[in-house]
Antibody
């Protein structure tokens, strides 16, 4: 059974860079797309982007200028960096396995708060 | 890339059916048979309930069904049970990107 676990700081200062890592266990990270999705408190889901294990990426156009994703197949991990954060980036961040048909495995989510 | 439109709320009594709509455009819902639906209970991660418009992952009850017509997809929950009370989100592949719906809170009366 594939499991995903997000990790990273829960508090980030405004204008700084949010950094999260997702560790995949129970299966190989290879040959799949992997996504980051976020959800502000009380609001809906927002797709941030996806990365293939080759390193190829696609990002949400609304966040593209601030997002960088990377993958480390040797550690079965992929990562998210979101720069120049503001309070509007405060949310629960989920990592998930992405297929064209949908997101079939999700992490439990990690709350990131942007505050000084 | 705008969010897909869902009704904010839907409700039904136990045993009844409820249908949730998800309206997009020809660039997402109408352009691909890659609409998926997610159930999210409070404080939990979303769970895939329907993929490729109408297919159910293993373990999802057959009370959940999906369909699509043009730019609008629908999720129907038949024989409502108390545990079906949750938020539901649709999502569509949009050609190397994805878009989610605005979400619908389903209440079991």
């Amino acid at each position: 059974q594939v499991q995903l676990q997000e990790s990273g700081p829960g508090l980030v200062k405004p204008s700084e860079t949010l950094s999260l890592t997702c560790t995949v266990s129970g299966g190989s990270i290879s040959s799949y797309y992997w996504s980051w999705i976020r959800q502000p408190a009380g609001k809906g889901l927002e797709w941030i982007g996806r990365i293939y294990t080759s390193g190829s990426t696609n990002y949400n156009p609304s966040l593209k200028s601030r997002v960088t994703m990377s993958v480390d197949t040797s550690k079965n991990q992929f990562s998210l960096k979101l720069s120049s954060v503001t309070a509007a980036d405060t949310a629960v961040y989920y990592c998930a396995r992405a297929k064209a048909m949908g997101f079939d495995y999700w992490g439990q989510g990690t709350l990131v708060t942007v505050s000084s | 890339q705008s969010a897909l439109t869902q009704p904010p709320s839907a409700s039904g009594s136990p045993g009844q059916s409820v249908t949730i709509s998800c309206t997009g455009t020809s660039s997402d819902v109408g352009g691909y048979n890659y609409v998926s639906w997610y159930q999210q209970h409070p404080g939990k991660a979303p769970k895939l309930m329907i993929y490729e418009v109408s297919k159910r992952p293993s373990g999802v009850p057959d009370r959940f069904s999906g369909s699509k017509s043009g730019n609008t997809a629908s999720l129907t929950v038949s024989g409502l049970q108390a545990e079906d009370e949750a938020d539901y989100y649709c999502s569509s592949y949009a050609g190397s990107t994805y878009v989610f719906g605005t979400g619908t809170k389903v209440t079991v009366l």
